[in-house]
């Protein structure tokens, strides 16, 4: 068993509008993601299942071309494949759980996120 508390984590700066804290599992990942109002994550896809869980704030995803408007409290699934881009609406806070894990990110493969 590992544990993990949030507040003591590292956190990445991958973009004066982004930063990240991440834990990977065997078979999921989990990233606590700090967004700024204006943050883009521009369009990609990926093999993850992905469920968005909006902690603060209010995010615009666009999944498959179709956008939804995400405030707190709420949740969205990204299936896999499916190509993908998010609007900061208002400062936010969203917790994303991928699986199977997302060993592109563990290689560095995260270029997008860093634009």
């Excluded at 989990?30 to 994550?41: E, N």
């Excluded at 990926?46 to 405030?71: D, M, W």
């Amino acid at each position: 068993m590992e544990h993990y508390v949030w507040d003591q984590m590292e956190e990445e700066q991958l973009n004066p509008r982004l930063r990240r804290k991440v834990l990977h599992a065997a078979n999921l990942t989990v990233a606590r993601l700090s967004l700024a109002k204006d943050a883009v994550v521009p369009e990609h896809s990926h093999v993850h299942e992905q469920v968005c869980l909006v902690e603060s704030g209010i995010v615009r995803f666009t999944v498959g071309g179709r956008a939804q408007v995400v405030r707190a409290g709420e949740a969205i699934v990204v299936p896999s494949g499916v190509p993908h881009f998010v609007e900061v609406i208002e400062d936010a806070t969203v917790t994303d759980i991928f699986s199977p894990a997302r060993d592109d990110w563990q290689r560095g493969d995260d270029a997008y996120l860093r634009r």
